[in-house]
């Protein structure tokens, strides 16, 4: 009986040491694997660095790429002894500069994309009742694109001694501001109707920002230059030619027919056209 005993309970005790059921899971090996995924993968923190550093060196090379805006040289200066451009430094003496009034009346648009074609540039001074309905400002606006200079000659093209000083800045203001609108820049060129510019005037200007001229000689606004052939020769031959002439044509049909004519007679005598970007 006692022998019976004894071998009973050596099978309970070897069924006890065969059983799992009570033992933990190991975690050991879990725990190494995450630690070994943060020691390969970046932090938060490093990656915002890395993202940071190729960030600023993008910047900087957007930078180094873009190309830095030249402001323009002064080349020339107006005489308003004789009305001519005066040539500083070695800035070439023998130029002229073509003037057009009265746009957009009915050819100015023209006029600009003939001047474009032979690489002339221009001044083309607008008259606020030219720029009374969309279409006259979308043709404004179209000349300015051509890359030419809009200049202000007046609301009404009024004489301006003849009216009140309230008047006067009423004619100059408030053109700037319509040229502007339609352009995006102010006018910085002022040409007065019939080259009467008063004092009043004069000091208006200055508080505007931009410089008066008048032209050292102009006819298409007399009969007898009229017609095509006319204007074209006295253009080129006048007497008055000189360096530095500032040359004043208006928004004609004569003249837009005699202009190509009238840049080649300048060019076979040697002369080029001053860029009014270069005029102080």
Not at 4 to 18: F, R
Not at 105 to 116: F, I, N, R, S, V
Not at 184 to 189: L, M, N, Q, S
Request: net charge negative; aromatic share 8%; hydrophobic share 35%.
């Amino acid at each position: 009986m006692k022998q019976l005993l004894i071998w009973m309970l050596v099978l309970v005790l070897a069924g006890c040491a065969a059983s799992p059921a009570n033992e933990k899971p190991v975690e050991q090996d879990t725990e190494e694997t995450e630690d070994q995924s943060k020691e390969e993968s970046p932090t938060e923190g490093e990656e915002g660095d890395n993202e940071e550093e190729a960030t600023d060196e993008e910047n900087q090379s957007e930078e180094e790429e873009k190309p830095t805006e030249e402001e323009p040289e002064i080349s020339y200066t107006i005489n308003p002894a004789n009305w001519t451009l005066k040539a500083e430094g070695e800035a070439d003496s023998k130029v002229v500069l073509l003037t057009i009034d009265d746009a957009p009346d009915k050819h100015a648009l023209e006029m600009a994309e003939k001047l474009k074609e032979l690489d002339v540039p221009a001044i083309f001074f607008v008259n606020g009742h030219f720029m009374d309905t969309k279409e006259e400002k979308a043709i404004v606006k179209q000349i300015h694109e051509l890359g030419f200079h809009i200049g202000n000659h007046t609301m009404t093209h009024s004489n301006l001694s003849k009216i009140s000083e309230e008047k006067q800045r009423e004619e100059i203001v408030q053109l700037s501001g319509v040229i502007e609108e339609v352009t995006g820049e102010a006018p910085i060129f002022f040409r007065a109707p019939f080259g009467v510019n008063t004092d009043y005037a004069k000091k208006v200007l200055k508080e505007q920002g931009m410089t008066f001229m008048n032209w050292t000689y102009g006819y298409d606004w007399e009969r007898e230059y009229q017609t095509s052939a006319a204007i074209a020769d006295i253009m080129v031959n006048t007497p008055l030619l000189t360096d530095g002439a500032i040359l004043l044509m208006h928004d004609r049909t004569w003249s837009n027919e005699a202009l190509v004519e009238i840049v080649k007679g300048l060019r076979d005598k040697g002369y080029s056209f001053a860029d009014p970007s270069h005029i102080k």
